[in-house]
């Protein structure tokens, strides 16, 4: 099948041409990062990556100015098993730097005679097991920017926590990284070595995450490990590729190669040099290839110890020089058939990507991606959440949790105490269009209000707990089709609260502006947070059932849903909620 070459390539078109459903397409998108909005287009490279993935051989066609890509399915196909790539996060000073130079050291024993290791960003070792490659950039920064560029490489993350120290802020952190990119975790408990380490509280700390061990019946693979003194490294590195041989991680050998570049740099003698990272196929020497804007051919490619290398099969870092320009971390990278059709590729995908600049910048504000937002199942608002101090993170979390509002979904994808920083603007970013940042007597470091410009990611900012849940709340709702309106019709305050035996709990109100209505909706608000809301079953003025209520009266108030947790001091809100018309705007 032939696809027209344009400034961008719609979903439907290939997916016709690869008999995937655009769900299926998009759905493939999210799994390495950043998502597409409705009506985008794929940029060339993207499109040809899917294909090719879904076993198809992509050619670049060109007819004087015309291109086309013709897409067909491929016959030879050499699929195998690939090595499993592996990121290593956890908080600072739990080990990272020292375990990832334990591994590599333990393993050059193995590797050429006089070899020197390179920071080249990525090492590969080779086991009796199997092959394990490790990026070395260890973080969640550059794992979350990288998949902010669209780009996931990771299959495994080894998350690191000091025995003696146990989960940390930036532990919990990593979690949410990798489980928002749906990447299992192998937890590595380090520094068992030392006297205070107590592995057992490790477990039971993260459990609270979600990662239950093995040992409880759950399904997270634990290791306890000294990395300063190599104590069972050797079961680490087992777990990994037994996990990597329950995830099934295949490649197809015979393809031309697919990767993803690392990092990016311009040597002296070299000139334009990036590690890229061969993903799937065989990388040749003498290939010519396409990398983002740039393209080239290979004439020189080093493995991590500097040694040459003629071929790179799936799942190998390797060094490349002879770029026409220096890529970016991040950029696709592709084997091309020829020299005219890298270059005209590379200069397609440059025209398309001012173009993407031009038509269809990241929406600026939230109200912009309501607007864009077309029927899903259920429409979904991801937050980060900074707030300074725990003591306001659970309350908040909680009644952000809480709020029910049909037709629209909450996620909190990461809550953490202290400034904003630029990690949280990438992992909002890399998980939706939509995602924003809320903070709480926070706001962002420079670097971070920088970047949130440049990645258009909405940043807000709160410092009553109400507001915020009010706010985050009518964002939610704006994403539900059909949309409401509130209006409060009335406000008060608990004075007392009563326990009458047979009838339940009945909270004594001072109605102090507007009326309480039967019927309607009220909520209830402690300290800024919403606690409740339901419909108002029962009102009372003395020994009166009545249905209204007006202002400086008191009444008896019972909500629906069974609520009997007033205080004195509570604050009572009675509303009105209005559907708006289909389509219609606030
Ligand atoms: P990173 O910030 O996570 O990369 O942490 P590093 O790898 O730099 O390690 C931080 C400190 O912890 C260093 O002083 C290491 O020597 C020490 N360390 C790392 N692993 C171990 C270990 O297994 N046992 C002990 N006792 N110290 C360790």
Request: glycine residues 8%; contains cysteine.
């Amino acid at each position: 099948m032939k696809i027209d070459l344009g400034p961008s390539i719609p979903i439907q078109q290939l997916s016709k041409a690869i008999h995937k459903t655009p769900e299926e397409i998009e759905n493939s998108l999210r799994g390495r990062g950043k998502v597409l909005r409705a009506g985008d287009g794929l940029k060339v490279d993207q499109a040809i990556w899917i294909a090719e993935q879904e076993g198809f051989r992509v050619r670049i066609l060109s007819r004087g100015k015309e291109e086309a890509l013709s897409i067909e399915p491929e016959k030879k196909s050499l699929i195998q098993p690939r090595p499993p790539v592996v990121t290593v996060m956890g908080h600072v000073d739990h080990g990272k730097t020292v375990l990832l130079d334990a591994i590599r050291h333990t393993n050059l024993a193995s590797q050429e005679p006089g070899a020197i290791t390179q920071h080249i960003g990525a090492y590969k070792i080779h086991l009796p097991g199997g092959d394990i490659v490790f990026l070395d950039t260890p973080g969640h920064e550059a794992f979350a920017a990288m998949r902010a560029r669209g780009a996931q490489l990771t299959d495994i993350v080894v998350l690191v926590v000091a025995a003696d120290e146990g989960v940390k802020p930036q532990t919990i952190e990593a979690v949410q990284h990798a489980q928002a990119a749906r990447v299992p975790i192998i937890v590595a408990v380090n520094k068992i070595d030392k006297p205070q380490a107590n592995p057992a509280r490790v477990r039971e700390e993260l459990a609270q995450y979600g990662l239950i061990p093995e040992e409880w019946q759950g399904e997270t693979i634990y290791v306890d490990i000294s990395a300063k003194y190599h104590q069972n490294l050797d079961k680490l590195l087992e777990m990994i590729l037994l996990l990597s041989e329950m995830m099934e991680l295949k490649a197809d050998q015979s393809r031309a190669a697919r990767g993803t570049v690392l990092e990016s740099r311009i040597d002296p003698q070299l000139g334009p040099t990036a590690t890229v990272l061969v993903q799937d196929g065989t990388l040749r020497i003498r290939d010519f290839f396409v990398c983002g804007q740039t393209f080239g051919r290979v004439r020189l490619m080093m493995n991590e110890w500097g040694k040459r290398m003629e071929t790179a099969p799936p799942s190998t870092p390797v060094q490349i020089s002879s770029f026409s320009q220096v890529p970016r971390a991040g950029d696709p990278f592709l084997v091309i058939s020829g020299e005219k059709e890298a270059r005209k590729l590379a200069d397609l995908i440059g025209r398309q990507e001012q173009g993407a600049k031009r038509l269809r910048p990241r929406p600026t504000t939230l109200e912009e991606v309501q607007r864009e937002i077309r029927k899903e199942a259920i429409p979904e608002l991801p937050i980060v959440l900074k707030v300074d101090v725990y003591g306001s993170l659970q309350p908040i979390v909680q009644s952000l949790q809480s709020l029910a509002i049909p037709g629209a979904r909450i996620t909190i994808i990461h809550s953490g105490v202290g400034a904003i920083s630029e990690s949280d603007v990438l992992l909002a970013s890399a998980t939706s269009e939509r995602g924003i940042i809320i903070g709480f007597n926070v706001k962002p470091d420079s670097k971070a209000e920088l970047l949130a410009r440049q990645e258009r990611v909405d940043i807000r900012l709160y410092s009553v707990i109400y507001d915020l849940i009010n706010e985050v709340s009518r964002l939610a709702q704006g994403l539900v089709i059909p949309r409401y309106r509130e209006e409060i019709i009335g406000r008060g305050e608990v004075i007392r609260v009563f326990h009458i035996p047979k009838v339940g709990v009945v909270a004594g109100c001072l109605v102090q502006e507007g009326k309480f209505v039967k019927g309607r909706q009220g909520r209830v608000i402690r300290r800024g947070i919403i606690i409740h809301t339901g419909e108002i079953v029962s009102l009372k003025h003395y020994d009166q059932f009545v249905d209204e209520i007006g202002q400086g009266k008191t009444c008896g108030l019972m909500l629906s849903r069974g609520f009997t947790r007033y205080q004195v001091k509570d604050q009572v809100e009675v509303f009105i909620r209005e559907e708006l018309p289909k389509g219609g705007e606030e």
